[in-house]
């Protein structure tokens, strides 16, 4: 029994600090009395965990607050520290490695790109000199994501399928933690874009966004609840898979390692053909080309269809437009949020992404952020700093 109540009270004071950190980042000023009346904790046990996070640099002092309305004596001022630690963000892609750096709120204190290697060693060498060159301490690294072109086994962090680096069963995530002592987690690229956009960029911190990433294929993501649907073999947000009634009836199925279905009628491979690029093709949408208008309304319509059918499913609050084709659709996007509110009386809003080639990164770091305060080793960061 007394193993038993040792470790309730363990656990209570490790929710205690998490409660008061959280309080001290949502506010931009709070005093500890703040926090006491906030949470209904005793002030002296509030004095305790601001004066460790102040030993640990993520809370700061700023001087005397306002005094209260019976005149009493004013409280010092707490202020969230986010330049304590650090998170490192990594997209690889097929041509290029993006590295991001940034402090716990997002802000970036380092950015690069790489040319991209299928040697794992190179990668390493790549992770190791952004850090030096960033000249930030290694412990004050909280975590890092890693997102890859493939399907990833997320608790092992092995690479499946990444055919673009010749990478198959790439236990990626064991080979890093040998490198580095912060936690590491690994995951599918265009799932990591989705959650840097809600994070950063058009998804506006929302909940419930559905992430389409359309470049050479197609592909989403899916965000619901604030959290990463994964699915039960972490293949969630596969769209290309779509079957339609006229695939059915042509015969049109999907092959596993081949363009699937949806992706032949909406990737940039479908726009692109006459020795057009797709961002060609749809400038001469714009003015009037027959053969452009006709693609071009073809790939509205299966996409609006294929928005309608996830919003109907889903219930996004937002849809966002990624990938390389979608820098191109800034006019149609009217054409397409007016489709699919008349294919689903689902109400939704459909944007175009923001954070461009970064949103990978981006996601990667706050994927990062979130599993660790999901995981509660933020208690061993408090510890580590």
Avoid: C
């Amino acid at each position: 029994m007394k193993g038993s109540a040792t470790g309730n009270l363990d656990m209570i004071k490790k929710l205690n600090r998490s409660l008061v950190l959280e309080m001290i980042r949502e506010h931009e000023e709070v005093t500890r009395a703040q926090i006491a009346n906030t949470l209904n904790i005793s002030r002296s046990t509030v004095s305790t965990i601001v004066d460790e996070l102040i030993q640990k640099k993520l809370v700061t002092e700023h001087g005397p607050g306002t005094s209260t309305k019976l005149g009493g004596r004013k409280g010092i001022v707490l202020r969230f520290n986010p330049k304590s630690a650090f998170g490192i963000g990594v997209d690889i892609g097929g041509t290029k490695v993006l590295v991001l750096i940034t402090t716990l709120d997002g802000e970036v204190v380092y950015k690069k790109k790489f040319k991209t290697s299928a040697s794992v060693e190179e990668i390493l060498s790549i992770i190791e000199t952004s850090i030096e060159e960033a000249a930030i301490i290694k412990n004050d690294i909280v975590a890092m994501g890693v997102g890859v072109p493939s399907i990833v086994e997320e608790q092992s962090g092995v690479v499946l399928d990444a055919y673009a680096l010749g990478w198959t069963n790439l236990p990626l995530k064991q080979i890093l933690e040998e490198r580095f002592s912060f936690p590491i987690f690994i995951n599918n690229d265009v799932n990591f874009a989705a959650v840097g956009e809600a994070w950063m960029g058009s998804g506006e911190q929302s909940e419930d966004v559905l992430f389409i990433a359309i470049g050479t294929g197609v592909g989403s993501a899916i965000i619901s609840n604030g959290k990463l649907l994964r699915g039960a073999h972490n293949q969630a947000g596969e769209i290309a898979y779509s079957v339609s009634e006229e695939d059915v009836k042509s015969h049109n199925y999907n092959e596993k390692g081949k363009f699937g279905t949806f992706e032949r009628k909406t990737s940039g491979k479908f726009l692109s053909h006459n020795e057009l690029s797709a961002a060609e093709v749809f400038s001469k949408y714009l003015e009037g080309d027959e053969d452009a208008q006709e693609t071009v309304e073809t790939f509205i319509r299966h996409l609006s269809i294929q928005i309608a059918n996830s919003v109907s499913l889903l219930n996004p609050e937002y849809v966002v437009l990624g990938g390389g084709v979608s820098e191109s659709l800034k006019e149609i996007i009217p054409r397409i949020q007016e489709a699919v509110e008349l294919y689903t009386p689902i109400p939704t809003t459909i944007k175009l992404a923001t954070l461009g080639g970064e949103a990978g990164s981006y996601g990667a770091i706050a994927y990062a952020f979130k599993e660790i305060e999901m995981a509660d080793i933020k208690d061993k960061i408090l510890t580590d700093l």
